[in-house]
């Protein structure tokens, strides 16, 4: 069930509650157990929702949750005020530093990452077309909600506050929030060790500023969310990160974001790694996108890791990966002679068929080794690879463990001694067409020698 929390004190929450009323078919009923202004009086409910309204701001009420039934989510539909324009977002809340707007110092309220990403997606698809979209760090109270929470406001000065169609999509947007768990469920599957958090597709952001369009770009472009994100100004404010406050600010972002990992910009990245927690790089972060975590972990403990160089291939993506893989060696001779060719298409060889792959020169040149699907067949890699010589040369034939490949290739020196003048002749006969010289037909094979090169296929030993 949805909470909607519209606070009086607010007239833009109040303008979005109208709204939200009008959009959709409420039944008002009288509570006569709580005070009118306490989320008591009259309460509306729909399909998956209900509204209350409190006289104080929302900022400053403590324990929202408890006047509403059974709830697992709560919205609070606010202003957001600032030199922004036109704009609809959504945050977490909580004091990074003191109090200065509700709560408590240095206090998160716990956090609802799968909400996150479902509201600031329909803000996009609702806002009207003047209207920008983001979300923000976490930074005001309350911190003591007693649910998961986030705030969804209208933005940024008294034209927007007063605009009918900003208030409209906020309130539409908040009721695509019914039905949704504000968390992401832990992964199962095959590859399902590490606690539950670890399993979950949801990032703790740290650094950067107020507005936080790095973490936006990766709720829109992968399949991670995002929890409390801590602003660079907040930690400021915190103070020393190597201090208790520091320490339990982290902690924090962690626990109520129901996450392992923290994307980080800034200093903070070698303090949370002494605390013990899991930093992550944005290539990390794009690179694990589809692939099971539990997989993840262990091809990272067992081959390298993603910033090492680690690649995954499509299988891996596949959405039926295999409980167990093998590592395996690409014959060298035949791998260096295909990037040389086509470096891409040779990528793109290893990511149509492993599981994942060593790479190195900043994830674009393929080294190996292989992780495979125990059932997949090396060969099948092997034989992508010679593919990509096929294109350079004339004939590569395989014969048991190797292979050779032959190319016929134009000699300029025996051209020149047969008269040939350097230009148009020496193309037409690099290109296989014969030529007249001085009333003699010079054949293209009269210059051309055939090279071989022979590739060893089986495994390094």
């Avoid at 989510?73 to 109090?99: I, K, Q």
Wanted: proline share 7%.
């Amino acid at each position: 069930m949805l909470g909607i929390l519209v606070s009086r004190a607010d007239s833009v929450s109040v303008h979005i509650g109208k709204q939200l009323r009008a959009i959709a078919d409420w039944e008002a009923r009288e509570d006569e157990g709580r005070p009118d202004g306490a989320g008591g009086g009259t309460v509306y409910e729909t399909d998956g929702a209900q509204l209350r309204e409190f006289d104080d701001r929302h900022l400053d009420i403590v324990r929202p949750a408890d006047a509403f039934d059974d709830i697992d989510l709560l919205a609070v539909a606010s202003r957001h005020a600032g030199e922004t324009g036109p704009l609809l977002t959504a945050h977490h809340t909580g004091n990074v530093g003191p109090a200065e707007h509700g709560g408590e110092d240095n206090t998160l309220a716990e956090a609802c990452p799968n909400a996150l990403n479902v509201v600031r997606e329909a803000l996009d698809t609702h806002a009207p077309p003047e209207y920008g979209v983001g979300i923000e760090c976490t930074h005001h109270g309350p911190t003591d909600v007693g649910v998961p929470s986030l705030f969804v406001e209208v933005g940024s000065g008294p034209a927007q506050w007063d605009d009918p169609d900003a208030a409209r999509a906020v309130a539409r947007a908040i009721l695509d929030l019914r039905e949704t768990p504000p968390h992401r469920s832990p992964e199962n599957g095959p590859w399902t060790d590490g606690t539950s958090d670890q399993r979950r597709r949801q990032l703790v952001g740290i650094g950067g500023g107020h507005y936080a369009p790095r973490f936006e770009r990766i709720i829109e472009e992968t399949d991670w969310t995002v929890g409390h994100i801590l602003a660079e100004w907040g930690l400021d404010a915190v103070g020393d990160l190597d201090s208790p406050a520091a320490e339990s600010v982290f902690g924090q972002a962690f626990e109520k974001s129901a996450s392992a990992y923290a994307l980080v910009e800034g200093p903070a990245a070698e303090h949370l790694d002494a605390l013990g927690y899991r930093t992550v790089s944005e290539t990390w972060v794009r690179e694990t996108d589809g692939v099971p975590l539990g997989f993840v972990r262990t091809a990272e403990d067992e081959v390298m890791s993603v910033d090492a160089g680690l690649r995954f291939g499509r299988p891996a993506r596949s959405g039926d990966l295999p409980d167990s893989y093998r590592v395996r060696e690409l014959p060298s001779d035949l791998l260096d002679e295909a990037r040389g060719i086509d470096r891409e298409a040779t990528y793109d060889a290893l990511v149509e068929t492993a599981l994942a792959f060593g790479t190195d020169q900043g994830g674009t040149r393929p080294t190996g080794p292989l992780v495979l699907d125990p059932e997949a067949d090396r060969e099948t890699v092997v034989e992508a690879l010679l593919d990509v010589l096929r294109s350079k040369y004339d004939s590569v034939e395989v014969d048991g463990e190797t292979a050779l490949a032959r190319q016929r290739v134009f000699d300029d020196e025996k051209a020149r001694t047969l008269g040939v003048a350097e230009g148009p002749a020496f193309g037409k006969l690099a290109a296989g067409e014969p030529i007249e010289v001085d009333g003699e037909t010079i054949p293209p094979g009269a210059v051309h020698d055939e090279r071989s090169r022979r590739f060893e296929l089986s495994p390094p030993s």
